[in-house]
């Protein structure tokens, strides 16, 4: 069974394979900043009952991967049994950052104010993160860009996407009808 952690711990990242006999484990990185979050003496909340907090004794890189020990994690067996173990840590204010559960149910709109669907998520990835967006039916994957997102208005329960041509699903604009 899962910590039920508080609404505001915030995905840093996974605990993967164990490496080597001393107990270090690799980790798949969710976090922009895990030079802050992965640091000696961190103290991170885990998604395991067993280890509700692990503590951040070494870290290093090796081919592209973060590798970590943690205090009292001294053998491969401990290691192994916290794999797929969550690494939580507290949310911070951003100016121009935003969170999955500050957007989704969000209405999205075109630049006129057509309604273009709902935000259903935000997803992670190396270049730039997506907006899930519910569509008629479907789910479409918009960059979240500014030049193709230029307003997050929560105040207003929406979110403003100026789409390029195709990226959401054929629709007849209000107004327009068919002239054949």
Same mark, same amino acid.
Do not use: K
């Given at each position: 069974?899962?910590?039920?952690?508080?609404?505001?711990?915030?995905?840093?990242?996974?605990?993967?394979?164990?490496?080597?006999?001393?107990?270090?484990?690799?980790? *798949?990185?969710?976090?922009?900043?895990?030079?802050?979050?992965?640091?000696?003496?961190?103290?991170?909340? =885990?998604?395991? %009952?067993?280890?509700?907090?692990?503590?951040?004794?070494? &870290?290093?890189?090796?081919?592209?991967?973060?590798?970590?020990?943690?205090?009292?994690?001294?053998?491969?067996?401990?290691?192994? &049994?916290?794999?797929?173990?969550?690494? *939580? &840590?507290?949310?911070?204010?951003?100016?121009?950052?935003?969170? /999955?559960?500050?957007?989704?149910?969000?209405?999205?709109?075109?630049? %006129?104010?057509?309604?273009?669907? &709902?935000?259903?998520?935000?997803?992670?990835?190396?270049?730039?993160?997506?907006?899930?967006?519910? =569509?008629?039916?479907?789910?479409?994957?918009?960059?979240?860009?500014?030049?193709?997102?230029?307003?997050?208005? $929560?105040?207003?329960?929406?979110?403003?996407? %100026? /789409? $390029?041509?195709?990226?959401? $699903? %054929?629709?007849?604009?209000?107004g327009e009808e068919d002239?054949?």
């Amino acid at each position: 069974m899962l910590n039920t952690p508080s609404e505001e711990l915030l995905l840093a990242g996974i605990i993967g394979a164990a490496r080597g006999l001393r107990g270090e484990v690799s980790v *798949l990185v969710h976090t922009d900043r895990p030079e802050e979050v992965f640091q000696p003496g961190s103290v991170l909340t =885990s998604s395991s %009952d067993a280890v509700p907090e692990l503590e951040v004794s070494r &870290v290093r890189e090796h081919n592209g991967r973060l590798l970590l020990e943690f205090v009292g994690v001294d053998s491969r067996e401990q290691a192994e &049994v916290l794999r797929g173990t969550e690494l *939580l &840590v507290e949310g911070e204010d951003e100016d121009d950052a935003w969170y /999955a559960r500050d957007l989704e149910g969000l209405v999205v709109t075109d630049i %006129d104010g057509n309604e273009l669907g &709902v935000v259903s998520g935000l997803v992670p990835s190396p270049a730039h993160d997506l907006l899930l967006v519910r =569509s008629e039916g479907t789910e479409v994957m918009v960059p979240f860009v500014e030049a193709i997102v230029p307003q997050v208005l $929560p105040e207003e329960g929406r979110v403003v996407v %100026d /789409a $390029p041509s195709g990226l959401f $699903p %054929d629709r007849t604009v209000v107004g327009e009808e068919d002239t054949e």
